[in-house]
């Protein structure tokens, strides 16, 4: 019944991305950070034509369910952001982190060359990942690949490698076919 | 060097990978006659894993995030775009047949002479002024979006030697829960292109494959005006957790 997925392509770049569309909340905000990374290949070469959309709670633990996400007025925190690499495979949005026990952003990729959108996470890191079960029952290799590598500025880095070592583990949901 | 493989060579791997045991109901990510694929698709399955948090929300959209003037493609400029004036309309509905209300979809797509607007298409067909082919709605309280736009053309790309894409509107969608995010094609029923294209071959089950295949309705049409196709949009899930089902 489903209707099945197609590539993005490599046209989407006039189209999908808009301004602020990865400032889920503006820069200069008190708590702001960046979640950033670089998209890879089974090379290990940056992929240039890439998009990232992330879904998110707040630093509450709840998760937003407000317009808004288009044309951000600056205030308001919809929990949702969008942003298309740049030439050398680097994405970056500015958000604030999630709370909750095992707090993660939910992330969907979207290529050319990649005939459908791939989902995975990127944990918080914090002490509370080894209560979790789902990541208790990877592989440390695949668990290491969903969380989120804090940086001395606060900052968190979430790289993601399509193919090869290292493979990012992406994730199927319980009721899909 | 070797030479670029033909349309024929391309059709032969078409072909080979049809005639598979189990045919795919979702695109099959290491579809090889679609080269770009080759260093993009995870050789490690994807986890199986309840859907939490956040994945349960879609992004929620409003009429402070989209004009209703950008359901129409062919108004956005002085002029009139050229080409074949045409409405797609349909219907964005659940994996149990509920509609997917006040949800934003996004199309883009090409021109009629199969340019799309962005600078990495050299393809030397010409840009219209009147034509930038992006257009976003929000679904009513029946799921229902309608765009008014002029029918792309085809277009040629590098995949493989004489590679053409067959004529297709880029869909963006979004569903109750973020686990539905999808972004797919829509293409036209009749195109000859669609049998050698390895993107839309790369759905293995031919019954799933029409499903991203509008239907040519005469009662869209309008008198003198434009020509109607429909489309409807059928996504995965809900997702439920085995806590919600019990």
């Known amino acids: ?177 | 060097m070797t030479a670029d493989p033909s349309q024929r060579d391309i059709s032969a791997e078409i072909e080979a990978l049809h005639a598979g045991p189990a045919p795919a109901r979702q695109p099959i990510l290491s579809f090889t006659p679609y080269r770009s694929s080759t260093l993009r698709h995870p050789t490690r399955a994807p986890r199986r894993v309840d859907p939490e948090g956040a994945e349960l929300f879609a992004p929620v959209f409003g009429h402070c995030d989209v004009d209703p003037l950008e359901a129409d493609l062919t108004i956005r400029h002085g002029g009139v775009p050229i080409g074949e004036r045409i409405v797609v309309q349909g219907r964005v509905v659940d994996g149990d047949g509920r509609p997917v209300r006040r949800q934003l979809v996004e199309v883009w797509q090409a021109n009629a002479g199969g340019r799309y607007l962005h600078q990495r298409d050299q393809h030397p067909s010409p840009v219209d002024p009147n034509f930038t082919g992006v257009g976003r709605c929000l679904t009513d309280d029946d799921g229902g979006y309608r765009f008014v736009t002029i029918r792309p053309g085809p277009y040629p790309w590098r995949n493989h030697h004489n590679a053409w894409r067959p004529a297709h509107i880029h869909f963006s969608l979004f569903g109750t829960q973020f686990t539905q995010r999808l972004i797919t094609q829509m293409y036209f029923p009749g195109d000859p292109l669609s049998g050698l294209d390895p993107i839309y071959q790369s759905v293995t089950d031919p019954r799933d494959r029409e499903r991203l295949v509008a239907a040519y309705d005469h009662d869209l049409s309008e008198h003198e005006w434009l020509l109607g196709y429909r489309w409807d949009i059928v996504l995965s899930g809900p997702h439920r957790t085995p806590l919600d089902a019990s």
């Open chain 1, 1 to 177: 019944m489903t209707t099945p997925g197609q590539t993005i392509g490599p046209f989407y770049g006039y189209a999908l991305p808009y301004r602020r569309d990865h400032e889920l909340v503006p820069p200069a905000r008190p708590g702001a950070i960046r979640l950033h990374g670089t998209v890879f290949d089974g090379a290990g070469v940056p992929v240039p034509d890439a998009l990232l959309e992330i879904r998110q709670a707040g630093p509450d633990g709840v998760v937003p369910t407000v317009d808004g996400s288009i044309r951000r007025d600056g205030t308001r925190f919809t929990g949702w952001g969008r942003a298309g690499v740049d030439p050398g495979g680097h994405y970056s949005f500015t958000t604030l982190v999630p709370g909750g026990p095992v707090p993660f952003f939910a992330v969907v990729v979207f290529a050319r060359g990649l005939l459908d959108r791939l989902f995975t996470r990127a944990y918080v890191p914090g002490p509370g990942l080894g209560d979790d079960p789902f990541l208790a029952s990877l592989d440390p290799d695949e668990r290491a690949t969903l969380v989120a590598v804090a940086e001395p500025s606060g900052d968190l880095r979430f790289d993601i490698r399509l193919q090869g070592p290292g493979q990012t583990t992406f994730l199927t949901f319980e009721g899909t076919p």
